[in-house]
């Protein structure tokens, strides 16, 4: 006797009179046979079969249902289950800490050491070498032999290169000179990499040392904010790259938004000429954004293409093309942009624009925070918690949820579940039907 698997296709029924309440209304699961015939197994040819729905899907849709019917209305209260922490979360602090928060924050440390060597060594290097293409010694100095990749690389395309070699034209035109000179492509670019993390180390050791040392509370936890959570996160997967994330659409026209409004009310304060010098740095620094990132990301993918060019791929090649990786995911830095977005909908109110007086609001609650985290724990541990403090902690701390409306719209969807148990019922009812079919055809 052939045995095929029965499917089944649930729908939902109300058992109750249409008129009763919303509360009051329950469903029920109901098996009926498709209308439409099928091709089934050799035998049962014109037999109708069933589709079946996942206890899961069924339960969820149960809940879909339940909050349909509780939130009918013309001004329900929809979002009673969440409220916002009256006392900004600092009760909650205390539990942030878990045990993983060790192994996070050492991997945090280590790819921010592995970044900041990596460019410092790669761009050093080429800097060195660069610099000494014309030099007709062979040596640089005195380290070794200008390398083949900085030869093979240093008239390939770039746009700053391009624009600083028209600047050269236009100023030996009118000068009247008449020798041209030509920029330095490569060691430009690795200039303004290495100078940009120069400034960002710089700011780094100026805020760490200013959170010891500064006489106001206030400035002392705000400096230690801006250094865990903003200046150790950018050294982690910095690069001039890492530029073109001011670049991205979706962020200029964010920062264009935000910008729009600073701009008119500083141009009603202090004039239009400021307003218009305002508008043409903004443009001049994005345009830069745009340029000297597109450059690096040529550059660096160049040095990457020389990294893996080769019959075997060395440690150190190994762990820059790994650099480069955790570099080009790290241009748009997705856990920021949320970061700032969850910020921007907690404290910009609704025309989400972070006014002065709005951003005084979240800078101080964040100084706050890392002093309660200090407070509460060890050194150890709320170093630990400050390395991989992300937008899920803050969620935490912020958000409430009311519990017993929580449950109740579950008890009164869900009620006891066991998907297994649910699934099996399905599988073995469909088996048993589909037997007792063939053995009355058999009879037949």
Same mark, same amino acid.
């Given at each position: 006797?052939?045995?095929?698997?029965?499917?089944?296709?649930?729908?939902?029924? $109300?058992?109750?009179?249409?008129?009763?309440?919303?509360?009051?209304?329950?469903?029920?699961?109901?098996?009926?046979?498709?209308?439409?015939?099928?091709?089934?197994?050799?035998?049962?040819?014109?037999?109708?079969?069933?589709?079946?729905?996942?206890?899961?899907?069924? $339960?969820?849709?149960?809940?879909?249902?339940?909050?349909?019917?509780?939130?009918?209305?013309?001004?329900?209260?929809?979002?009673?289950?969440?409220?916002?922490?009256?006392?900004?979360?600092?009760?909650?602090?205390?539990?942030?800490?878990?045990?993983?928060?060790?192994? =996070?924050?050492?991997?945090?440390?280590?790819? /921010?050491?592995?970044?900041?060597?990596?460019?410092?060594?790669?761009?050093?290097?080429?800097?060195?070498?660069?610099?000494?293409?014309?030099?007709?010694?062979?040596?640089?100095?005195?380290?070794?032999?200008?390398?083949?990749?900085? =030869?093979?690389?240093?008239?390939?395309?770039?746009?700053?290169?391009?624009?600083?070699?028209?600047?050269?034209?236009?100023?030996?035109?009118?000068?009247?000179?008449?020798?041209?000179?030509?920029?330095?492509?490569?060691?430009?670019?690795?200039?303004?990499?290495?100078?940009?993390?120069?400034?960002?180390?710089?700011?780094?050791?100026?805020?760490?040392?200013?959170?010891?040392?500064?006489?106001?509370?206030?400035?002392?936890?705000?400096?230690?904010?801006?250094?865990?959570?903003?200046?150790?996160?950018?050294?982690?997967?910095?690069?001039?790259?890492?530029?073109?994330?001011?670049?991205?659409?979706?962020?200029?026209?964010?920062? /264009?938004?935000?910008?729009?409004?600073?701009?008119?009310?500083?141009?009603?304060?202090?004039?239009?000429?400021?307003?218009?010098?305002?508008?043409?740095?903004?443009?001049?620094?994005?345009?830069?954004?745009?340029?000297?990132?597109?450059?690096?990301?040529?550059?660096?993918?160049?040095?990457?293409?020389?990294?893996?060019?080769?019959?075997? /791929?060395?440690?150190?090649?190994?762990?820059?093309?790994?650099?480069?990786?955790?570099?080009?995911?790290?241009?748009?830095?997705?856990?920021?942009?949320?970061?700032?977005?969850?910020?921007?909908?907690?404290?910009?109110?609704?025309?989400?624009?972070?006014?002065?007086?709005?951003?005084?609001?979240?800078?101080?609650?964040?100084?706050?925070?890392? =002093?309660?985290?200090?407070?509460?724990?060890?050194?150890? =541990?709320?170093?630990?918690?400050?390395?991989?403090?992300?937008?899920?902690?803050?969620?935490?701390?912020?958000?409430?949820?009311?519990?017993?409306?929580?449950?109740?719209?579950?008890?009164?969807?869900?009620?006891?579940?066991?998907?297994?148990?649910?699934?099996?019922?399905?599988?073995?009812?469909?088996?048993?039907?589909?037997?007792?079919?063939?053995?009355? $055809?058999?009879?037949?």
């Amino acid at each position: 006797m052939e045995v095929v698997a029965n499917e089944l296709d649930i729908e939902r029924v $109300e058992s109750v009179d249409v008129k009763s309440g919303p509360e009051e209304r329950a469903y029920v699961l109901r098996r009926r046979s498709s209308s439409k015939g099928s091709k089934g197994s050799k035998g049962s040819k014109g037999r109708t079969e069933t589709r079946k729905t996942s206890s899961f899907e069924e $339960e969820y849709e149960s809940l879909e249902e339940a909050a349909w019917a509780k939130f009918d209305e013309s001004y329900p209260d929809f979002f009673q289950v969440l409220e916002f922490a009256k006392d900004g979360g600092f009760s909650e602090v205390h539990e942030l800490w878990d045990s993983s928060r060790y192994l =996070r924050a050492a991997l945090a440390l280590l790819m /921010l050491v592995a970044n900041v060597g990596t460019i410092l060594i790669n761009d050093g290097g080429y800097l060195v070498h660069a610099t000494h293409l014309a030099d007709d010694q062979e040596d640089t100095l005195g380290i070794h032999p200008v390398d083949d990749n900085v =030869r093979a690389i240093q008239n390939d395309y770039m746009i700053s290169g391009f624009l600083v070699d028209k600047c050269f034209e236009a100023f030996a035109t009118l000068s009247g000179c008449g020798s041209r000179m030509h920029s330095p492509r490569i060691a430009l670019i690795c200039a303004i990499e290495l100078f940009l993390l120069a400034l960002l180390i710089v700011k780094a050791v100026n805020c760490f040392v200013a959170s010891f040392v500064e006489k106001l509370e206030r400035v002392r936890w705000t400096k230690a904010c801006i250094f865990w959570w903003e200046v150790f996160p950018e050294l982690s997967s910095f690069s001039a790259m890492r530029l073109l994330h001011f670049a991205t659409p979706s962020v200029v026209l964010c920062d /264009l938004y935000s910008f729009a409004a600073y701009a008119g009310s500083r141009a009603e304060l202090d004039g239009y000429a400021t307003g218009f010098r305002l508008w043409l740095v903004f443009v001049l620094k994005k345009l830069m954004c745009l340029v000297v990132g597109i450059d690096a990301f040529l550059f660096k993918v160049r040095v990457a293409y020389s990294d893996i060019h080769k019959d075997e /791929l060395g440690p150190w090649s190994f762990l820059s093309l790994t650099m480069f990786i955790v570099q080009v995911l790290g241009i748009v830095q997705l856990s920021m942009f949320v970061r700032d977005r969850i910020f921007l909908f907690i404290f910009g109110g609704e025309d989400s624009i972070m006014q002065p007086a709005e951003r005084a609001l979240k800078n101080i609650w964040l100084a706050m925070v890392v =002093r309660k985290l200090c407070q509460l724990f060890e050194w150890h =541990r709320a170093i630990a918690i400050l390395m991989t403090f992300d937008e899920d902690d803050f969620q935490k701390l912020v958000l409430n949820e009311n519990g017993d409306i929580h449950e109740s719209l579950m008890s009164t969807s869900v009620g006891s579940w066991d998907p297994l148990t649910e699934s099996a019922g399905f599988a073995s009812e469909g088996l048993l039907s589909r037997i007792s079919e063939d053995d009355k $055809e058999g009879h037949q």
